[in-house]
C-alpha cells in the first residue's frame, strides 16, 4: 500500500475482485459529512453503496483495544471516538452485511460477532475469539480525522 501525501489518498489492496479506496484527512469530506464534522475524534464514512460495518483497535495504557462495532450504511457516517484523538496509529476491520472482510489488514486483532470490547490482541482461538484483519489508519498527530470508505 502507498500513500500520496499530497492528496491523502491511500489505495487499498484488492480484496475479493472489489478495491476499495481510503481519503484520510482532517478536513471535511464534501456533502456526505454533516454538522458532525466539529466534533474532534475519529469519523468512518461510507462512500460506497454497501453497508458495512466496522471495528477499531488501538494501543491504550492496559494493552491493545478492540472494540465494534458500528453499522454505517451507504452514504453515511459514524463518530467511532468521539474524543480528540491521542495516538499516530489506529486500526480498522471492515466487514460487509454478511460478517465478510472487505480489507486487507496490517496486523490482525480478536473480534466478536456480537458487540464487543477487547484487550490483548493476540491468542484469539485460545480464548475462544475470532482472528481478523485489521488496517492501519495513520492520523499524523491529528486531534480529528476521517476515514472515507469507497468504491473505485
Known amino acids: 500500500m502507498t500513500i500520496d501525501r499530497d492528496s491523502g489518498k491511500l ?14 484527512g482532517a478536513a471535511a469530506l464534501g456533502g456526505i459529512l454533516s454538522a ?4 474532534a ?9 454497501d453497508l458495512v460495518n466496522v471495528a477499531l483497535g488501538y494501543e491504550t495504557d ?20 468521539q474524543e480528540p484523538l491521542k495516538k499516530a496509529r489506529y ?3 471492515v466487514a460487509d452485511g454478511f460478517g465478510e472482510s472487505r480489507l486487507g489488514g496490517d496486523i490482525t486483532l480478536c473480534i466478536r460477532e456480537e458487540k464487543f470490547v477487547l484487550y490483548d490482541g493476540d ?3 485460545q480464548r475462544g475469539l475470532i482472528e481478523a484483519d485489521f ?7 491529528k486531534q480529528d480525522w476521517t476515514v472515507l470508505l469507497s468504491y473505485d
Open 36 to 39: 458532525s464534522s466539529a466534533h
Open 11 to 24: 489505495l487499498a489492496r484488492h480484496l475479493t475482485g472489489t478495491r476499495w479506496l481510503f481519503f484520510l
Open 135 to 141: 488496517f492501519q489508519v495513520e492520523t499524523e498527530g
Open 123 to 125: 491468542q484469539c482461538w
Open 62 to 81: 492496559e494493552g491493545m483495544r478492540t472494540e465494534g462495532w458500528w453499522t454505517i450504511t451507504a452514504n453515511a457516517c459514524s463518530q467511532v471516538l
Open 91 to 93: 486500526y480498522l476491520h
Open 41 to 49: 475524534g475519529l469519523r468512518v464514512c461510507n462512500g460506497s453503496v
